[in-house]
């Protein structure tokens, strides 16, 4: 009974010593087996493991490679080419022995992570010869390359370097594949450089494929004034315009669903979608595009287009997504060539001023200085100190902000039969002119027509606002920027480096603002202590006489003399019940009072005799006495008649 409780190694010893021979009977050794007897197992070193494994992947790899000994090659000649100080002629060689060596191969080892940039190298720094060569290669195969992840390089590389008839050649292939090349994470960055590179026929060819695949066949779809879907549409009958909808809808909506939303012919053809899509079908695209995808299109101008409309035309919920999807990025949005619109539209709609100060405010303080100095971020706080300001703002800006949404399009068999609808749609300078909508919105109800959307939040805003929200567009610039700090913060960044942005050409701008009390004497009612300390830190810096010949002085710099005479001549006591003095005031009794000769002269001349057009009467009357001794002495200029009964500034 206790063999079953033995283990396994046991019972086998057990079994070896049954089957032995007895003691004193051990088996003669034959001689034929001691002579086939294997050497003992030598385990290899290190070294020689590693020589065995090597070898073993070369022959694997020359198995599954046909050209692997060129690969090996060429990278060998690539490396040498490389070198920071070969000489020219010696690059030159090696890389017409790497293009000889690859010629009639060049489509199958351009997959080669490696050989791919070695060929990137050679179209580089080859001769327009051997570059015609390569290209006439590769050029059938390279709608496949695109689509590799490493290969599509070349193309964008071959693209950069082609002639106009090779480009022309190049955009020939995508023909007929654009949109479906933009769906490829790897082809779509090629589609997108072709799209940069092409002239605006070209570019048009490209985007008419979102269209239709017979929508480039359309006659005079190149004549003037026929670029914009929009106007082609003008001439065209209802049912084809609801065909290229439909197609446009099927083209877009996978690629919005992958989330390629980085390439401007993308934003183009959103842009031309929402010009002629119907209410509906914009609502689709803002509910999106509302988020982080939103994010990612606003470096465009076409992808700021699209933001603004997903501002304007969004409900509460979309917004909210918007500006959350914005978090970490104010700044960056804020500094760039066209985001700043969309930011902009966000402080000129939306009604919840928490979410605007928690995420957007908080994060413009945190780089306030900068911004205030930058050309496209002192834009978003001028819009809250001087709201539409055509001296500020491009006039296709203001446009935008004028008319933010495409215009939308109803049924267009409701259009045709109802076209009181279209005038209900109407819309002048932002704003609905004098209640029409509601009048056509009657009469298309009694007619049987359409009842509109969200009628009660069209109403015309007070100061020219989009009537796209509900807050009076005064509370709510008064609460984004009093109330959340940032006028404050702003007031203290603008005294303690008055100098710097005096000398500045953007940043001499927000001064200017803040020293003038913002829209309405807003930071003259809050702040007016703060607006005096910058008074007079202005005018201190002109009393201060420069030690470096090379430092300009404040009265005679470019930017700063025309800021300090726009101070004075737009100069006005605060607001009834505020305690303090104006600019002009301050600013004479500190720094020109009974200093006008030294500064009589040059740009600073201007300065000086910008206190005869001061608006501050108490101001003119002070300086009247000296100024007119400079005009006896010939040092200044006499008033001319037609500037004493007013004067543009």
């Known amino acids: 009974m206790q063999c079953f409780f033995l283990g396994t190694s046991n019972v086998t010893l057990l079994l070896s010593m049954l089957q032995s021979a007895p003691p004193g009977k051990s088996k003669p050794v034959d001689s034929k ?76 080892m351009a997959l080669n992570h490696i050989v791919s940039r070695a060929l990137q190298n050679c179209v580089k720094y080859c001769t327009p010869t051997e570059r015609a060569a390569v290209f006439e290669e590769l050029r059938p195969h390279c709608l496949a390359l695109m689509k590799d992840k490493y290969a599509h390089h070349i193309v964008i590389k071959m693209l950069d370097s082609a002639d106009k008839a090779q480009l022309q050649q190049m955009l020939s292939l995508l023909h007929g594949n654009v949109v479906a090349l933009l769906r490829h994470p790897h082809a779509s960055p090629v589609v997108e450089h072709a799209y940069t590179l092409a002239n605006a026929a070209q570019k048009l060819e490209l985007l008419s494929e979102f269209y239709s695949p017979e929508f480039r066949l359309f006659k005079g779809l190149n004549a003037p004034g026929k670029g914009r879907l929009a106007e082609f549409f003008a001439a065209e009958p209802a049912a084809k315009k609801r065909s290229v909808l439909e197609h446009m809808t ?90 700043y619109m969309v930011l902009i539209a966000i402080l000129d709609v939306v009604d919840d001023t928490k979410l605007v100060t928690k995420i957007i405010i908080k994060e413009l303080m945190k780089e306030l200085k900068e911004l205030a100095s930058h050309k496209f971020g002192r834009l978003v706080l001028l819009h809250l100190l001087a709201p539409r300001v055509r001296r500020y703002f491009p006039a296709d800006v203001l446009a935008l902000l004028e008319h933010p949404a495409p215009t939308s399009v109803e049924d267009e068999d409701v259009v045709e039969e109802n076209a009181v609808i279209a005038d209900a749609s109407t819309v002048s300078n932002g704003s609905v002119k004098g209640g029409s909508k509601k009048s056509a919105a009657k009469k ?21 606002a989009s009537a796209v929200s509900k807050k009076d567009p005064g509370v709510r610039r008064s609460e984004l920027l009093s109330k959340s700090g940032l006028a404050k913060d702003l007031a203290e960044i603008c005294r303690v480096n008055a100098k710097e942005m005096l000398l500045s050409q953007w940043g001499t701008e927000i001064i200017y603002e803040v020293a003038m009390g913002g829209v309405n004497g807003e930071l003259w009612k809050t702040m007016p202590g703060a607006i005096m300390s910058l008074h007079k830190e202005i005018a201190d810096l002109a009393t201060i006489e420069n030690q470096d010949e090379e430092d300009a002085h404040v009265m005679e710099q470019y930017f700063s003399s025309p800021t300090l005479r726009r101070l004075i001549l737009n100069s006005t006591p605060p607001p009834e019940g505020v305690d303090g003095q104006s600019f002009a005031t301050v600013f004479w009794s500190v720094a020109l009072k009974k200093k006008c000769k030294r500064w009589a002269q040059g740009h600073s001349q201007k300065v000086v005799s910008a206190y005869r057009e001061c608006s501050d009467l108490a101001a003119r009357e002070a300086a009247k006495a000296e100024i007119q001794g400079l005009v006896a002495a010939g040092l200044l200029k006499p008033v001319a008649p037609s500037q004493q009964n007013g004067k543009k500034r």
């Not at 939040?457 to 100061?463: H, I, L, N, T, V």
């Open 250 to 339: 099927l083209a877009l909506q996978p690629i919005l669903e992958k989330g390629i939303v980085d390439h401007s012919i993308i934003h183009r053809a959103i842009v031309e979608y929402l010009s002629v899509s119907k209410k509906s079908m914009i609502a689709e695209t803002v509910q999106q595009l509302s988020g982080g995808l939103l994010v990612r299109m606003v470096h465009t101008r076409d992808g700021a287009k699209i933001g603004v409309t997903c501002v304007m035309h969004g409900n509460n919920k979309e917004r909210k997504k918007i500006i959350k999807g914005m978090k970490g990025h104010v700044a960056k949005i804020a500094r760039d060539d066209h985001g």
């Open 444 to 464: 298309a109800r009694g007619e049987g027509g359409p009842e509109p959307m969200d009628e009660d939040e069209d109403e015309e805003d007070g100061d020219g």
């Open 33 to 108: 087996d001691s002579a086939v007897k294997k050497e003992p197992f030598r385990k290899m070193s290190e070294q020689e493991a590693r020589k065995a494994k090597q070898e073993l992947t070369e022959t694997r790899k020359r198995k599954r490679k046909p050209h692997y000994e060129i690969e090996k090659e060429v990278i060998s000649l690539w490396e040498k080419t490389r070198v920071r100080d070969v000489e020219k002629d010696e690059r030159s060689k090696l890389v017409s022995q790497v293009l000889l060596k690859m010629k009639g191969k060049m489509p199958e």
